[in-house]
Every structure is written in C-alpha cells, then in structure tokens.
C-alpha cells in the first residue's frame, strides 16, 4: 500500500522509517496536496504492524505540516507544505523544534485517545450513547456530599492543603479492612493500600511484579486501561477467551504451564467489557491452576454493590487460602469516579514493596476526599445510595436486553449480565463494529467497538454497550438505531458476499 516498505532489521524505529517515507513522498509529489491517505487501521493491516504505530506517524506529521486531519473524514496531504528541503515548523514556538524521536519508548497512543479518534463523527444532538462504562452523574449523592464537605472545612480547613498518606487515611484504611473481615473476604494476612483509583493499583503491581519482555495473562475481551498499562510496561500478553459458557480453562491451563507468567489478571465479577460472572466452580478451578504454576492472580472487583439478581460467589481473595492474590476495588463504578478513590488488599508479605512504589509515584493521594467518602461510608450514605442505584441500574439492564430481544436481528447475540453496568453484543461474521461506528453516529446511537477490547485490535466482531449513563426511557430508542444500522451493513456484507461467490463460480467455469 503506498508503496511503502519497512525494515524490521533497521537501526532506524519503524515509526521513523514510515514518517521519513511518507514525508519522501509528499515532498516528491507521488502523494498530492488533497489526496486521502488509508486509515490508519488499513495502512497498520498493510504493513503489518499495530494500529498505534500508523496513529503515530499520522499525528507526526500533522503536526509538522505534511498531513492534515479532517474529524469525521480522515487524514490528507496538507495543502500549505512546510518550506524548504525537510523543513518543519513548529507550530508551539518559534526557531528549530526539539526532536523528541530518539526518547520515545515505541508505546502508541492510549485506548482513550483512540476511542476519541473513532468518535470523531460529529454526533447529532440527541444522540443515545451506550459507549462510556460510567455511572450516570444525575445519580451521584452530590447534596450529601456537599454538605460533608462544608462540615469537615468548619472544622478543619488546613485539610484542602495538606498532603495525605502514601498508604492512604487511615479511618478509611480501617474501615474498608473492617468490611472486608466482616464480609470474609479477608484475614489478618492483609493490608489495604489507597490508591488513585483502580488503574493506579493494577500500574503499582505491574511495577512490582514483572519487567519488559516477560509474560502476563489477561481474559479477552478486555479491559482497554488494562491492556494499555500491560503495553506500556511492555509486557506480552498471553490472551484467554471469556464467553458466554464461561472462561475457557482449557487454554487457561495452557497459558500458565508455557514460560512462567508474572501474573494472571482476572475480573470474576461483571467483567468489564461483557459483564460475565466467574461461578464459584470456576473460581475455585482458577485458583487451583493458578496455585498449581505457582502464578499470582490481580483480581480487579470493581463492581462491589451493583448485582441485580442472583446469589455473589466469594470472591477469589477469600477462596484463596495461599496468599497469592491481589484484589482492587474502586467507588468510582458506583458514585466517585472523579475522587479517584480505589484501593487494594495486599499480602502483608509484600505490603511494604508496594506502599514504597506507591510513595515514589505520587508522594500520597488527596486527603480531603478520602476523608469525605470516610464520612459517607460511616454514616450510612453509601448503603442508601447503593440501594438506590441498584435499582435504577437493573431498571436499565432490563429494558435493554428487552429492547435487545425485540429489535436485534437474529444472527446477533448479547451476554445477560447479573449486575454492573455493560454488556456484549457479538456481530455477524463480515460486521466491523469500529468501521461502522461513523455510520451509527450519523444514526444518533454510539457504543465502544469492540477493537479497543483486543490486543492490537484483533478479535471476532463484537462492541460493548454500556446502560448506566443512558435513562431507561431513552434505551429502546437507541437500541432501534443501532439495529437499523446492523441491519443495513448485514444487507450490504451479504450482497458482498454474494457478488464474491457468483464471481468466484464463473471464475471456475
């Protein structure tokens, strides 16, 4: 494609070699002022490296003035070359730009970044968004909270200014362990660790437990943040299928027995993207081949408080009898995200290596919050306002796997989560959800395609929806947008296919 070749072998990183190329092209008119060049998903595909790694390149030259990038359109040959033979202006300051090149690490762009990039359709005004697996901000506690806030500040007002704990304020510290004993989750082998949200605490262990090179184990689909985090510590990841008949501890068994994996990332409850639940039987066959090669497990349980229906399996941290399970937890699923409050129960073992990578990283979180959310939990507003978003969350969940039964073709199938706040539709061989979510934009509906749950955006057709930011009265409106659109790409997939047949059929005559 383009004519472009690279050379693994080089001394020169591939993103270096494609920008020169690219840049040699323009400047030599083989690429023209207005010409599209392919996405950076086909030209990665052509190449045969990551998606990130064109996305890269793209943003590169943008910034130099070979390219330009049109939202909703593509990217193009600019019209106003930089002047000169390999001149590059800087558009931030004036005189020679620093090249930052030889200091990257080769990590591309975060999964937000390009989730920003897919939605970069312009969206109509009324549009129904099951993309964002967040809670709905009209539900937050914000009166509540609001009036702890102003009665912790009458008392104290030093609080805004002061600098917290490494290991996070010790009221709150104390009563999560509380919980934790009171509900078996935990023994005194345990100690909790505040953290700057549940991302922080999975990046604190990745830190402590493994080194470029080495190998971790992840269910797929995944979480994006996870999946990012494992490539910026440059870990490979061994990938083991998750569906609707459960985790396939078949190639689980695999996974572990190859070259000894550093950790095994599990999320048992409500896993985030396809809101699937571990059974206790499968927990405990975890535990068990985990144990057996002698491999950690990170449990992230971020979804403490949101089942809708049916009996909680314990946990794997209080299955676990041989301390070798990590587990997060975060409020930010439930009524904080913006506090940034998680936290982990960490082997005492190995407590003080992670409260020490903790404390170089960040110094300590912010008090003030974590004193407030002390408060609320202590008081009982957590309690209340979990009961109440349980309800209104399984009100969503009902009425969109009612709306999904109703409008979705037939070939189109969807897991039925007990709790938390996503789902996963999976598409029709031939459907390329990230390729159509222009398309369904245009239609007023978005979701998350189902590339950001893969690593390097390979997978089987698939996308999340997400019902907790969306009023259950608006979900049935845009279930019956994003199944016209289905519909249409399955119509048009289909004609495709046939064309493809009917030639391949005269070909052989």
């Known amino acids: 494609m383009l004519g472009l070749t690279l ?34 998903r086909a030209l990665a595909a052509a190449l045969g490296v990551h998606r990130n790694t064109v996305t890269t390149v793209y943003r590169c030259l943008v910034d130099e003035g070979w390219l330009e990038s049109q939202v909703g359109r593509g990217t193009f040959v600019g019209e106003d070359l930089p002047e000169g033979e390999g001149a590059v202006e800087s558009r931030f300051a ?35 968004s099951f993309a964002g697996g967040v809670p709905d901000p009209d539900l937050y506690p914000a009166d509540e ?3 702890l806030g102003r009665e912790l500040l009458r008392g104290d007002d030093t609080l805004l200014f002061r600098y917290g704990p490494a290991a996070g304020y010790e009221p709150l510290r104390e009563l999560l362990a509380a919980e934790a004993v009171r509900d078996g989750v935990v023994s005194g082998e ?8 549940s991302s922080q605490g999975l990046d604190l262990f990745l830190r402590f437990a493994t080194e470029p090179g080495r190998i971790g184990v992840a269910t797929v689909p995944c979480y994006p943040g996870a999946l990012h985090l494992f490539e910026v510590h440059g870990v490979r990841c061994r990938s ?5 008949n459960g985790l396939d501890l078949g190639q689980l068994e695999q996974a572990l027995a190859g070259e000894r994996p550093r950790f095994l990332h599990l999320i048992p409850r409500f896993q985030n993207p396809t809101g699937l639940t571990l059974s206790t039987l499968e927990r405990q066959r975890v535990l068990a081949l985990a144990a057996r090669y002698r491999v950690p497990i990170f449990e992230d349980d971020y979804g403490p408080g949101l089942r809708f229906e049916g009996s909680e399996p314990p946990t794997l941290l209080a299955l676990a009898s041989s301390g070798g399970v990590i587990q997060s937890g975060t409020l930010s699923k439930i009524a904080f995200p913006g506090f940034r409050i998680g936290w982990l129960f960490v082997p005492r073992a ?14 300590g979180g912010s008090l003030f919050p974590q004193m407030v959310v002390y408060e609320f939990w202590r008081r009982g507003g957590l309690a209340r306002h979990v009961k109440k978003v349980r309800r209104e969350y399984g009100r969503r969940r009902d009425a969109l796997l009612e ?6 073709p037939d070939e189109v199938r969807w897991s039925e989560p007990q709790g938390g706040l996503v789902l996963w539709l999976s598409l029709p061989e031939g459907l390329d959800s990230l390729e159509l979510l222009p398309t369904a934009a245009r239609a007023g509906v978005t979701y998350a395609p189902g590339a950001f749950f893969y ?7 698939g996308l999340r929806m997400s019902f907790g930011g969306v009023p259950a009265e608006r979900i049935a409106e845009g279930v019956r947008r994003l199944s016209v659109v289905l519909r249409e790409a399955s119509r048009t997939a289909g004609r495709r296919k046939a064309r493809r047949s009917a030639s391949d059929s005269s070909l052989a005559v």
């Not at 920008?19 to 092209?25: N, Y």
Request: glycine share 10%.
């Open 7 to 40: 050379d693994p072998r080089s001394d020169e990183s591939i993103v270096d070699q494609l920008t020169g190329a690219l840049r040699d092209r323009i400047r030599e008119r083989q690429l023209v002022a207005g010409e599209r060049l392919p996405s950076s």
């Open 94 to 128: 004036s005189g020679t730009s620093f090249d930052w090149s030889p200091w990257r690490t080769g990590h591309g762009p975060t999964p937000g970044d390009e989730m920003a990039e897919a939605y970069g359709t312009p969206q109509l005004a009324d549009t129904i």
């Open 145 to 147: 909270v609001r009036r």
């Open 190 to 197: 345990h100690e909790v660790l505040i953290t700057n949200g």
């Open 240 to 244: 083991v299928p998750i569906e609707s």
């Open 350 to 363: 190995i407590f003080g290596d992670l409260h020490e990578i903790k404390r170089c990283s960040d110094l």
């Open 403 to 408: 709306a999904l039964d109703r409008e979705m």
């Open 455 to 461: 690593p390097g955006g390979a997978g089987p057709a």
